[in-house]
């Protein structure tokens, strides 16, 4: 079993809705956790970054983490298609350092 | 728009030469990072440097591959001999920290190698 668990996708959503996409991790000591948004042949950019559980919001955006059921969750309301791109989760230990534990990616696609 | 570039974009190369890919960090920022991405593995940390000093290298191959920072704005990673599992997307990453993790980073657009 890999640490850090994504369904890879494709998901094709229409415009406007919302959008749910999740990863589960198997070590209970992971408690930093991020998103990465990745357009096609580009570097990975973060878009959320949270401790420990709870929620955050950031405009469209909310990053939800459920330490208990070893899930996190990001949504993204009023999808656009400029949201059309891989998402990646990441995660980190207090010992792991910069060791981030990267998800595979979802394959997020945004219809007009 | 301050941005991490890295040369080349693109390389194809055959097995056995050796390959130098380098980066240019954010003016100002003191950590960088060298990822690669594999279809396979995903994103994997090579190594990283904070304030040119070497912190990890465990994530390279020690026999073939090297990361240095010869000044502030240079960071290379080199790879001698290449082989062919060694084709995929290398990235540089650049942010800031004074001590610590470093969670917010930038990105480049990354080297697509191949060894054929």
């Known amino acids: 079993q890999k640490e850090v668990e994504q369904d890879p996708g494709p998901l094709s959503v229409p415009e406007g809705a919302i959008v749910s996409l999740n990863c589960t991790y198997s070590?209970?000591?992971?408690?930093?956790f991020m998103w990465y948004r990745q357009y096609s042949r580009k570097g990975p950019e973060l878009l959320m970054y949270?401790?420990?559980?709870g929620n955050k919001e950031d405009g469209r955006f909310t990053a939800q983490v459920d330490k208990s059921s070893k899930y996190i969750s990001l949504f993204i309301r009023d999808s656009q298609p400029s949201d059309s791109a891989t998402y990646l989760c990441?995660?980190?230990?207090?010992?792991?350092?910069?060791?981030?534990?990267f998800g595979p990616g979802t394959r997020l696609s945004v219809l007009p | 728009d301050a941005r991490v570039t890295q040369t080349p974009r693109h390389k194809v190369t055959e097995m056995g030469q050796e390959v130098t890919m380098r980066c240019q960090p954010i003016?100002?920022?003191?950590?960088v990072f060298w990822y690669r991405q594999t279809m396979m593995q995903g994103l994997e940390l090579l190594a990283y440097?904070?304030?040119?000093?070497?912190?990890?290298d465990s994530g390279m191959p020690k026999d073939r591959f090297s990361a240095e920072m010869p000044d502030a704005t240079l960071a290379t990673l080199k790879i001698q001999p290449s082989e062919p599992r060694d084709s995929a997307v290398y990235f540089c990453?650049?942010?800031?920290?004074?001590?610590?993790?470093?969670?917010?980073?930038?990105f480049g657009p990354g080297t697509r190698l191949t060894v054929t």
């Open positions: 070590n209970s000591a992971f408690q930093y």
């Open positions: 003016l100002g920022h003191n950590t």
């Open positions: 440097f904070r304030n040119r000093a070497p912190l990890d």
């Open positions: 990453a650049s942010g800031f920290s004074t001590t610590g993790v470093t969670y917010e980073q930038y």
């Open positions: 949270t401790y420990s559980s």
């Open positions: 990441a995660m980190s230990a207090a010992n792991y350092g910069q060791n981030f534990v």
